[in-house]
């Protein structure tokens, strides 16, 4: 049975027989949030047949389900309905609420309302209901922030985050820990990417080297042949192991 992230990615590979590299590439990063391409008819049904009478001069019901209306379903770094459907659907609950089941005036009703709270918390908060989802959801590492697209545990896309909230925005804190797309020809044509960087020491020009290209759903070649590798080293490292005869312990050779 697939979740959400799988039925995403079943569906763009059904929608195409002859997947090429750089389309792959774009499966991997993909954003669309498969669950509100489900709520979201349920929130304009509301807003239509109960919108008037719920909207008054103090709220911003009218104009959060404009942007609603718009929006696209991904949840890219300048996506600016993403934070808008994510609180609504958060505060609403909707994760435990079938979409297919039967709604009554009082269900919908209450969607819209949870939908008006959510757009005054983030004006509260942020001084918009609109504010792009990397202003919220981001990437730190090495000191320094990267606004990053992609959905979360409750809201999941192909291209995945978990987070915890750190002063009212979301930083990541896990999710797609390493990405990679190779053709496999005979000579291998490969693409990789992963959050943080290549060292660990945070002294290495690799310790975040890596980081901006990730927050930027960009990938970096995968190199395979000793021609490619040879025209990006900046090291050597020998090692030399001493020889060891067929039956001999490695712990007698020292």
């Not at 239509?48 to 609603?68: D, H, K, P, Q």
């Not at 697209?149 to 820990?177: E, I, M, N, Q, Y």
């Amino acid at each position: 049975r697939f979740g959400d992230r799988g039925k995403r990615l079943s569906e763009l590979l059904k929608a195409d027989d002859s997947v090429t590299f750089e389309e792959l590439f774009s499966f991997a990063t993909d954003t669309l949030v498969w669950r509100a391409r489900l709520w979201m008819p349920h929130i304009l049904d509301a807003y239509e047949r109960f919108g008037e009478e719920l909207t008054s001069s103090a709220s911003s019901l009218e104009a959060a389900v404009n942007l609603l209306k718009k929006w696209d379903f991904r949840c890219e770094a300048d996506s600016n309905a993403m934070a808008l459907f994510q609180l609504s659907y958060l505060r609403a609950r909707l994760d435990r609420e079938n979409p297919d089941r039967e709604f009554k005036e009082d269900d919908l009703k209450k969607l819209l309302k949870f939908v008006d709270e959510a757009a005054a918390e983030l004006k509260e908060n942020f001084g918009r209901m609109d504010i792009p989802w990397g202003k919220i959801h981001y990437l730190k590492h090495g000191g320094l922030e990267y606004p990053i697209g992609g959905g979360s545990s409750s809201l999941p896309t192909p291209r995945a985050c978990f987070t915890r909230v750190v002063d009212g925005r979301l930083r990541v804190v896990g999710g797609s820990s390493y990405h990679m797309v190779v053709e496999m020809s005979s000579n291998p044509k490969a693409l990789s990417c992963f959050p943080l960087g290549a060292s660990e020491n945070p002294n290495s020009p690799h310790y975040n080297d890596i980081s901006e290209i990730y927050a930027k759903k960009e990938y970096k070649p995968v190199w395979f042949t000793w021609e490619e590798l040879s025209q990006h080293t900046e090291s050597d490292v020998t090692l030399d192991a001493p020889a060891i005869r067929p039956g001999q312990n490695l712990q007698d050779s020292r």
